[in-house]
Protein backbone atom coordinates (compact mmCIF):
# COMPACT_ATOMS: atom_id res chain seq x y z
CA UNK A 1 0.00 0.00 0.00
CA UNK A 2 1.01 3.79 -0.60
CA UNK A 3 3.79 4.18 2.29
CA UNK A 4 4.87 7.97 1.28
CA UNK A 5 6.30 9.94 4.10
CA UNK A 6 3.26 12.31 3.70
CA UNK A 7 0.44 9.76 4.70
CA UNK A 8 -0.16 10.68 8.13
CA UNK A 9 2.35 13.48 8.65
CA UNK A 10 1.26 16.57 10.41
CA UNK A 11 0.92 19.58 7.73
CA UNK A 12 3.23 22.56 8.45
CA UNK A 13 4.25 25.98 7.15
CA UNK A 14 7.73 26.58 6.42
CA UNK A 15 8.39 30.36 7.18
CA UNK A 16 10.98 31.68 5.49
CA UNK A 17 12.58 35.55 6.33
CA UNK A 18 15.81 36.83 6.98
CA UNK A 19 14.06 39.17 9.87
CA UNK A 20 14.72 37.66 12.90
CA UNK A 21 11.87 39.65 14.20
CA UNK A 22 9.45 39.89 11.66
CA UNK A 23 9.90 35.92 11.57
CA UNK A 24 9.25 35.95 15.11
CA UNK A 25 5.81 37.55 15.35
CA UNK A 26 4.70 35.59 12.16
CA UNK A 27 6.15 32.33 14.21
CA UNK A 28 3.87 33.04 17.09
CA UNK A 29 0.78 34.19 15.14
CA UNK A 30 0.48 30.70 13.26
CA UNK A 31 0.79 28.60 16.58
CA UNK A 32 -1.35 30.57 18.24
CA UNK A 33 -3.55 29.96 15.38
CA UNK A 34 -3.38 25.78 15.55
CA UNK A 35 -0.75 25.48 12.59
CA UNK A 36 2.67 24.13 13.14
CA UNK A 37 5.04 26.57 11.71
CA UNK A 38 9.04 25.56 11.36
CA UNK A 39 11.08 29.10 10.75
CA UNK A 40 13.90 29.04 8.72
CA UNK A 41 16.08 32.22 8.35
CA UNK A 42 18.16 30.47 5.27
CA UNK A 43 16.74 29.75 2.19
CA UNK A 44 19.11 27.18 1.27
CA UNK A 45 18.04 25.69 4.67
CA UNK A 46 14.30 25.55 4.19
CA UNK A 47 15.18 24.04 0.57
CA UNK A 48 16.69 20.97 2.02
CA UNK A 49 13.42 19.87 3.81
CA UNK A 50 11.43 19.96 1.38
CA UNK A 51 10.80 16.98 -1.36
CA UNK A 52 7.59 15.76 -3.30
CA UNK A 53 6.07 14.40 -0.76
CA UNK A 54 6.41 17.60 1.58
CA UNK A 55 3.53 17.93 3.84
CA UNK A 56 2.56 20.98 3.83
CA UNK A 57 3.05 24.88 2.19
CA UNK A 58 6.26 27.97 2.31
CA UNK A 59 5.39 31.33 3.02
CA UNK A 60 8.37 33.10 2.10
CA UNK A 61 9.75 36.64 1.97
CA UNK A 62 10.78 38.08 -0.94
CA UNK A 63 13.80 40.31 -0.83
CA UNK A 64 16.54 37.93 1.12
CA UNK A 65 20.41 37.90 0.83
CA UNK A 66 21.54 34.76 -1.57
CA UNK A 67 18.29 33.67 -2.59
CA UNK A 68 15.44 35.88 -3.03
CA UNK A 69 12.18 34.79 -2.59
CA UNK A 70 11.44 34.08 -6.45
CA UNK A 71 14.12 32.27 -6.76
CA UNK A 72 13.50 29.57 -4.05
CA UNK A 73 9.81 29.46 -5.46
CA UNK A 74 10.90 28.39 -8.60
CA UNK A 75 13.34 26.03 -7.02
CA UNK A 76 10.34 24.47 -5.29
CA UNK A 77 8.22 24.56 -8.11
CA UNK A 78 10.97 22.35 -9.84
CA UNK A 79 10.83 19.74 -7.16
CA UNK A 80 6.67 19.62 -6.73
CA UNK A 81 4.98 22.26 -8.76
CA UNK A 82 1.70 21.37 -6.24
CA UNK A 83 3.85 22.85 -3.32
CA UNK A 84 1.69 26.30 -2.78
CA UNK A 85 3.96 29.22 -1.79
CA UNK A 86 2.56 32.47 -0.40
CA UNK A 87 5.11 35.56 -1.16
CA UNK A 88 5.59 37.93 1.34
CA UNK A 89 6.28 41.46 -0.83
CA UNK A 90 7.15 45.09 -0.14
CA UNK A 91 5.46 47.68 -2.17
CA UNK A 92 8.00 48.08 -4.73
CA UNK A 93 8.20 44.25 -5.20
CA UNK A 94 4.36 43.62 -6.07
CA UNK A 95 4.99 43.16 -9.98
CA UNK A 96 7.74 40.06 -9.24
CA UNK A 97 4.84 38.72 -7.19
CA UNK A 98 2.22 39.27 -9.78
CA UNK A 99 4.59 37.51 -12.28
CA UNK A 100 5.17 35.02 -9.92
CA UNK A 101 1.28 34.37 -9.33
CA UNK A 102 1.30 33.68 -13.29
CA UNK A 103 3.92 30.77 -12.89
CA UNK A 104 2.14 29.13 -10.09
CA UNK A 105 2.39 30.56 -6.69
CA UNK A 106 -0.38 30.33 -4.63
CA UNK A 107 -0.88 33.58 -3.47
CA UNK A 108 1.21 36.98 -1.94
CA UNK A 109 0.77 39.26 0.37
CA UNK A 110 1.69 43.07 0.40
CA UNK A 111 3.55 44.32 3.49
CA UNK A 112 2.24 45.70 5.69
CA UNK A 113 -0.21 43.33 5.99
CA UNK A 114 -2.66 41.87 9.08
CA UNK A 115 -1.24 38.05 10.51
CA UNK A 116 -4.89 37.20 10.28
CA UNK A 117 -4.59 37.67 6.36
CA UNK A 118 -2.04 35.49 5.94
CA UNK A 119 -2.97 32.93 8.11
CA UNK A 120 -6.30 32.95 6.24
CA UNK A 121 -4.30 32.42 2.86
CA UNK A 122 -1.78 29.25 4.58
CA UNK A 123 -4.54 27.84 5.80
CA UNK A 124 -6.55 28.04 2.00
CA UNK A 125 -3.08 26.43 0.85
CA UNK A 126 -2.55 23.73 3.31
CA UNK A 127 -5.88 22.48 2.86
CA UNK A 128 -5.31 22.43 -1.06
CA UNK A 129 -2.22 20.52 -0.55
CA UNK A 130 -3.67 18.18 1.70
CA UNK A 131 -6.02 17.30 -0.90
CA UNK A 132 -3.13 16.70 -3.41
CA UNK A 133 -1.60 14.69 -0.91
CA UNK A 134 -4.54 12.53 -0.59
CA UNK A 135 -5.59 11.89 -4.37
CA UNK A 136 -1.75 11.03 -5.14
CA UNK A 137 -1.67 8.44 -1.89
CA UNK A 138 -5.23 7.10 -2.87
CA UNK A 139 -4.53 6.44 -6.78
CA UNK A 140 -1.34 4.78 -6.09
CA UNK A 141 -2.98 2.58 -3.71
CA UNK A 142 -5.73 2.18 -6.27
CA UNK A 143 -3.08 1.28 -8.69
CA UNK A 144 -1.46 -1.26 -6.40
CA UNK A 145 -5.09 -2.72 -5.64
CA UNK A 146 -5.74 -2.99 -9.12
CA UNK A 147 -3.09 -5.59 -10.06
CA UNK A 148 -3.54 -8.26 -7.31
CA UNK A 149 -7.74 -8.17 -7.84
CA UNK A 150 -8.38 -7.47 -4.59
CA UNK A 151 -9.98 -7.27 -1.60
CA UNK A 152 -9.81 -3.52 -1.30
CA UNK A 153 -9.14 -1.77 2.76
CA UNK A 154 -6.53 -0.54 4.84
CA UNK A 155 -8.83 -0.78 8.14
CA UNK A 156 -7.82 -4.28 10.44
CA UNK A 157 -11.11 -5.52 9.80
CA UNK A 158 -10.17 -6.21 5.97
CA UNK A 159 -6.39 -6.43 6.38
CA UNK A 160 -7.89 -9.89 9.11
CA UNK A 161 -10.51 -10.83 5.38
CA UNK A 162 -7.64 -10.99 3.52
CA UNK A 163 -5.39 -12.97 5.59
CA UNK A 164 -8.58 -15.37 6.15
CA UNK A 165 -9.50 -15.31 2.80
CA UNK A 166 -5.71 -16.86 1.71
CA UNK A 167 -5.55 -19.32 4.28
CA UNK A 168 -8.63 -20.84 3.67
CA UNK A 169 -8.38 -21.17 0.07
CA UNK A 170 -5.31 -23.13 0.02
CA UNK A 171 -7.37 -25.54 2.58
CA UNK A 172 -10.06 -26.38 -0.11
CA UNK A 173 -12.81 -26.95 2.58
CA UNK A 174 -16.72 -25.99 1.76
CA UNK A 175 -16.71 -21.98 2.81
CA UNK A 176 -20.12 -19.77 4.02
CA UNK A 177 -20.28 -16.25 3.28
CA UNK A 178 -22.23 -14.02 5.02
CA UNK A 179 -22.33 -10.40 4.32
CA UNK A 180 -25.14 -7.72 3.84
CA UNK A 181 -25.81 -6.79 -0.16
CA UNK A 182 -23.66 -4.85 -1.81
CA UNK A 183 -20.47 -5.65 0.68
CA UNK A 184 -18.09 -7.61 -1.86
CA UNK A 185 -19.42 -11.87 -1.31
CA UNK A 186 -19.31 -13.04 -4.84
CA UNK A 187 -15.36 -11.22 -4.58
CA UNK A 188 -14.56 -12.74 -1.77
CA UNK A 189 -15.76 -16.58 -3.47
CA UNK A 190 -13.75 -15.46 -6.71
CA UNK A 191 -10.63 -14.80 -4.59
CA UNK A 192 -11.07 -18.22 -2.71
CA UNK A 193 -11.14 -20.07 -6.40
CA UNK A 194 -7.90 -17.69 -7.28
CA UNK A 195 -6.08 -18.37 -4.43
CA UNK A 196 -6.46 -21.91 -4.29
CA UNK A 197 -5.03 -25.18 -6.68
CA UNK A 198 -8.53 -25.12 -8.28
CA UNK A 199 -7.36 -21.74 -10.10
CA UNK A 200 -6.73 -23.26 -13.55
CA UNK A 201 -10.48 -24.82 -13.59
CA UNK A 202 -14.32 -23.63 -13.50
CA UNK A 203 -15.35 -20.89 -11.63
CA UNK A 204 -19.51 -21.57 -11.76
CA UNK A 205 -21.56 -18.64 -10.10
CA UNK A 206 -25.31 -19.59 -10.04
CA UNK A 207 -27.49 -16.67 -8.16
CA UNK A 208 -30.30 -18.59 -6.55
CA UNK A 209 -32.49 -15.75 -5.78
CA UNK A 210 -32.69 -15.12 -10.25
CA UNK A 211 -33.19 -18.18 -10.50
CA UNK A 212 -37.11 -18.97 -11.82
CA UNK A 213 -38.19 -22.07 -9.60
CA UNK A 214 -40.20 -23.35 -12.78
CA UNK A 215 -36.19 -23.88 -14.43
CA UNK A 216 -33.94 -23.98 -11.10
CA UNK A 217 -34.20 -27.40 -10.86
CA UNK A 218 -32.89 -27.92 -14.53
CA UNK A 219 -30.71 -25.09 -14.50
CA UNK A 220 -28.79 -26.67 -11.43
CA UNK A 221 -28.89 -30.43 -12.31
CA UNK A 222 -29.15 -30.43 -15.71
CA UNK A 223 -31.26 -32.76 -18.16
CA UNK A 224 -30.64 -36.70 -18.65
CA UNK A 225 -30.71 -35.64 -22.78
CA UNK A 226 -30.11 -32.30 -22.68
CA UNK A 227 -27.26 -30.72 -24.89
CA UNK A 228 -25.19 -29.12 -21.73
CA UNK A 229 -24.65 -30.53 -18.40
CA UNK A 230 -26.03 -28.86 -15.04
CA UNK A 231 -24.20 -25.70 -13.44
CA UNK A 232 -23.40 -27.95 -10.90
CA UNK A 233 -21.55 -30.48 -13.35
CA UNK A 234 -19.77 -27.71 -15.27
CA UNK A 235 -18.03 -26.87 -11.69
CA UNK A 236 -16.69 -30.29 -11.73
CA UNK A 237 -13.21 -30.46 -10.60
CA UNK A 238 -13.82 -26.05 -9.68
CA UNK A 239 -15.83 -23.82 -7.72
CA UNK A 240 -19.69 -23.75 -7.25
CA UNK A 241 -20.57 -20.28 -5.66
CA UNK A 242 -24.07 -20.41 -4.66
CA UNK A 243 -24.68 -16.86 -4.31
CA UNK A 244 -27.81 -15.67 -1.98
CA UNK A 245 -28.40 -19.31 -1.15
CA UNK A 246 -30.96 -18.22 1.57
CA UNK A 247 -33.57 -17.88 -1.93
CA UNK A 248 -33.11 -21.33 -2.41
CA UNK A 249 -36.41 -23.28 -2.65
CA UNK A 250 -37.05 -25.47 0.35
CA UNK A 251 -37.57 -28.48 -2.72
CA UNK A 252 -34.12 -27.45 -4.15
CA UNK A 253 -32.09 -27.58 -1.10
CA UNK A 254 -33.10 -30.70 -0.31
CA UNK A 255 -31.43 -31.89 -3.82
CA UNK A 256 -28.69 -29.88 -2.88
CA UNK A 257 -27.68 -31.64 0.49
CA UNK A 258 -27.12 -34.69 -1.43
CA UNK A 259 -24.65 -32.69 -3.89
CA UNK A 260 -22.78 -31.15 -0.62
CA UNK A 261 -22.62 -34.87 1.48
CA UNK A 262 -21.85 -37.04 -1.14
CA UNK A 263 -20.23 -34.94 -3.62
CA UNK A 264 -22.17 -36.74 -6.09
CA UNK A 265 -24.95 -35.25 -8.41
CA UNK A 266 -28.01 -36.89 -11.11
CA UNK A 267 -29.59 -35.02 -13.77
CA UNK A 268 -33.10 -34.67 -14.22
CA UNK A 269 -34.22 -38.10 -15.90
CA UNK A 270 -30.80 -40.04 -15.12
CA UNK A 271 -30.65 -43.78 -13.57
CA UNK A 272 -27.43 -43.08 -12.89
CA UNK A 273 -25.61 -40.29 -10.30
CA UNK A 274 -22.01 -38.55 -11.31
CA UNK A 275 -19.67 -37.75 -9.00
CA UNK A 276 -18.08 -34.44 -8.84
CA UNK A 277 -14.83 -33.19 -7.25
CA UNK A 278 -16.00 -29.69 -6.40
CA UNK A 279 -15.38 -26.74 -3.51
CA UNK A 280 -19.00 -24.80 -2.54
CA UNK A 281 -18.64 -21.51 -1.43
CA UNK A 282 -22.19 -20.61 -0.54
CA UNK A 283 -22.83 -17.04 0.36
CA UNK A 284 -25.95 -15.86 2.29
CA UNK A 285 -27.41 -11.87 3.02
CA UNK A 286 -29.30 -12.96 6.15
CA UNK A 287 -28.46 -14.90 9.18
CA UNK A 288 -28.97 -18.42 8.43
CA UNK A 289 -29.58 -19.31 11.88
CA UNK A 290 -32.65 -17.36 11.69
CA UNK A 291 -33.85 -18.96 8.38
CA UNK A 292 -33.58 -22.27 9.61
CA UNK A 293 -35.42 -21.08 12.47
CA UNK A 294 -38.20 -19.76 10.80
CA UNK A 295 -38.32 -22.77 8.45
CA UNK A 296 -37.22 -21.56 5.38
CA UNK A 297 -33.39 -22.98 5.45
CA UNK A 298 -32.76 -26.83 6.04
CA UNK A 299 -30.77 -26.86 9.23
CA UNK A 300 -28.75 -29.95 7.62
CA UNK A 301 -27.29 -27.85 4.36
CA UNK A 302 -26.73 -25.17 6.77
CA UNK A 303 -24.81 -27.63 9.19
CA UNK A 304 -23.17 -28.97 5.81
CA UNK A 305 -22.25 -25.57 4.42
CA UNK A 306 -21.07 -24.20 7.14
CA UNK A 307 -17.56 -25.66 7.38
CA UNK A 308 -15.63 -22.45 7.74
CA UNK A 309 -17.53 -19.30 7.92
CA UNK A 310 -16.31 -15.92 7.01
CA UNK A 311 -18.35 -12.78 7.37
CA UNK A 312 -17.34 -9.60 4.60
CA UNK A 313 -18.20 -6.47 6.81
CA UNK A 314 -20.63 -3.18 5.85
CA UNK A 315 -19.14 -0.08 5.11
CA UNK A 316 -20.29 1.14 7.90
CA UNK A 317 -17.86 -0.74 10.16
CA UNK A 318 -14.96 0.20 7.65
CA UNK A 319 -15.60 3.64 7.14
CA UNK A 320 -11.65 4.91 6.92
CA UNK A 321 -11.52 2.45 3.84
CA UNK A 322 -14.05 4.09 1.97
CA UNK A 323 -11.60 6.92 0.16
CA UNK A 324 -9.47 3.94 -0.80
CA UNK A 325 -12.34 2.01 -2.81
CA UNK A 326 -13.53 5.57 -4.43
CA UNK A 327 -10.52 5.97 -5.66
CA UNK A 328 -10.01 2.26 -7.26
CA UNK A 329 -13.64 2.85 -8.67
CA UNK A 330 -13.17 6.51 -9.66
CA UNK A 331 -10.20 5.72 -11.77
CA UNK A 332 -11.68 2.39 -12.99
CA UNK A 333 -14.61 4.62 -14.61
CA UNK A 334 -12.59 7.00 -16.26
CA UNK A 335 -10.73 4.42 -18.05
CA UNK A 336 -14.04 2.74 -18.99
CA UNK A 337 -15.00 6.21 -20.10
CA UNK A 338 -12.14 7.32 -21.64
CA UNK A 339 -12.06 10.13 -19.43
CA UNK A 340 -9.11 11.86 -17.38
CA UNK A 341 -9.35 10.61 -13.71
CA UNK A 342 -10.68 13.82 -11.53
CA UNK A 343 -9.52 15.00 -8.57
CA UNK A 344 -11.08 14.35 -5.65
CA UNK A 345 -12.24 17.71 -4.29
CA UNK A 346 -13.18 18.85 -0.51
CA UNK A 347 -17.20 18.08 -0.98
CA UNK A 348 -16.90 14.74 -2.98
CA UNK A 349 -14.57 14.01 0.56
CA UNK A 350 -16.89 15.29 2.68
CA UNK A 351 -19.24 13.18 0.81
CA UNK A 352 -17.38 9.76 1.29
CA UNK A 353 -17.05 10.46 4.91
CA UNK A 354 -20.07 11.40 6.14
CA UNK A 355 -22.79 9.56 3.90
CA UNK A 356 -23.98 5.85 5.37
CA UNK A 357 -23.23 4.37 2.21
CA UNK A 358 -26.24 1.74 2.71
CA UNK A 359 -25.49 0.04 -0.36
CA UNK A 360 -22.17 -0.43 0.33
CA UNK A 361 -19.78 -1.14 -2.20
CA UNK A 362 -21.82 -0.89 -4.97
CA UNK A 363 -22.80 2.19 -3.79
CA UNK A 364 -19.49 3.53 -3.83
CA UNK A 365 -18.78 2.45 -7.39
CA UNK A 366 -21.91 4.31 -8.85
CA UNK A 367 -21.13 6.99 -7.16
CA UNK A 368 -17.63 6.89 -8.36
CA UNK A 369 -19.30 6.59 -12.13
CA UNK A 370 -21.35 9.90 -11.67
CA UNK A 371 -18.17 11.72 -10.35
CA UNK A 372 -16.23 10.31 -13.30
CA UNK A 373 -18.84 11.49 -15.95
CA UNK A 374 -18.96 15.06 -14.53
CA UNK A 375 -22.80 15.00 -13.70
CA UNK A 376 -24.05 18.08 -12.20
CA UNK A 377 -24.20 17.86 -8.27
CA UNK A 378 -21.67 14.61 -7.96
CA UNK A 379 -19.03 16.38 -6.56
CA UNK A 380 -20.89 17.64 -3.64
CA UNK A 381 -21.34 15.52 -0.95
CA UNK A 382 -23.05 18.02 1.28
CA UNK A 383 -25.32 20.84 0.81
CA UNK A 384 -25.28 19.94 -2.62
CA UNK A 385 -28.79 21.55 -2.95
CA UNK A 386 -27.22 24.79 -2.27
CA UNK A 387 -28.97 24.89 1.38
CA UNK A 388 -25.74 25.03 3.46
CA UNK A 389 -23.70 28.19 3.21
CA UNK A 390 -19.64 27.42 3.00
CA UNK A 391 -19.09 27.94 6.53
CA UNK A 392 -21.76 25.29 7.13
CA UNK A 393 -19.96 22.98 4.89
CA UNK A 394 -16.81 23.22 6.29
CA UNK A 395 -18.21 22.40 9.46
CA UNK A 396 -20.01 19.62 8.64
CA UNK A 397 -17.06 18.49 6.70
CA UNK A 398 -14.21 19.02 9.94
CA UNK A 399 -16.90 16.92 12.16
CA UNK A 400 -17.11 13.90 9.24
CA UNK A 401 -12.97 13.75 8.91
CA UNK A 402 -12.33 14.11 12.79
CA UNK A 403 -15.12 11.09 13.62
CA UNK A 404 -13.74 8.82 10.73
CA UNK A 405 -9.84 9.47 12.24
CA UNK A 406 -11.70 8.70 15.73
CA UNK A 407 -13.26 5.47 14.25
CA UNK A 408 -10.16 4.41 12.24
CA UNK A 409 -7.81 4.56 15.26
CA UNK A 410 -10.72 2.91 17.23
CA UNK A 411 -10.34 6.19 19.69
CA UNK A 412 -7.13 6.39 20.29
CA UNK A 413 -6.53 10.38 20.32
CA UNK A 414 -3.16 10.33 19.50
CA UNK A 415 -3.75 8.07 16.52
CA UNK A 416 -6.14 10.72 15.91
CA UNK A 417 -3.66 13.49 16.24
CA UNK A 418 -1.38 12.17 13.80
CA UNK A 419 -3.91 11.39 10.95
CA UNK A 420 -5.60 14.97 11.59
CA UNK A 421 -2.39 17.04 11.54
CA UNK A 422 -3.59 19.45 14.47
CA UNK A 423 -2.10 20.27 18.19
CA UNK A 424 -3.64 18.72 21.08
CA UNK A 425 -5.51 21.62 22.27
CA UNK A 426 -6.78 22.55 19.14
CA UNK A 427 -8.36 18.72 18.77
CA UNK A 428 -10.13 18.83 22.40
CA UNK A 429 -11.47 22.28 21.52
CA UNK A 430 -13.20 20.67 17.97
CA UNK A 431 -14.41 17.99 19.99
CA UNK A 432 -16.23 20.18 22.17
CA UNK A 433 -17.65 22.29 19.41
CA UNK A 434 -18.89 18.96 16.89
CA UNK A 435 -20.15 17.26 20.42
CA UNK A 436 -18.54 14.04 19.53
CA UNK A 437 -18.34 11.53 22.35
CA UNK A 438 -15.00 9.91 22.43
CA UNK A 439 -15.91 7.10 24.26
CA UNK A 440 -18.39 6.29 21.63
CA UNK A 441 -15.09 5.14 20.14
CA UNK A 442 -13.28 3.31 22.54
CA UNK A 443 -15.74 0.41 23.04
CA UNK A 444 -14.35 -2.80 22.69
CA UNK A 445 -10.76 -1.05 23.09
CA UNK A 446 -8.67 -2.92 26.02
Not at 265 to 278: F, P, T, W, Y
Amino acid sequence: MASGKSAGATMRVLLVDDDTTLRGALAQSFELAGIEVEPHADPQGALATIDADFAGMVVTDIRMPGMDGTELFRRIAAIDADIPVILMTGHGDVPMAVAALKQGAFDFVAKPFAADHLIASAQRALEMRRLVLENRRLRLAAEEAQGAYPLIGETPVMMRLRDMVRQVAQADVDVLIEGETGTGKELVALLLHRWSARRTRPFVAVDCAALPETIAEGELFGQAHGRTPGRIMAANRGTLFLDEVDSMALALQGRMLRVVEEREVRAIGAEERQMLDLRIVAAAKSDLAGAVAEGRFRADLLYRLDAVRLRVPPLRERRADVPLLFAHFLREAAERFGREVPMIDADVEARLLSHDWPGNVREVRNYAGRVALGLPGEGSGVGSDGSLSLPERVERFEGATIRAALEEGGGDVRAALVTLGIPRKTFYDKIQRHGIDLNAYRQGRG
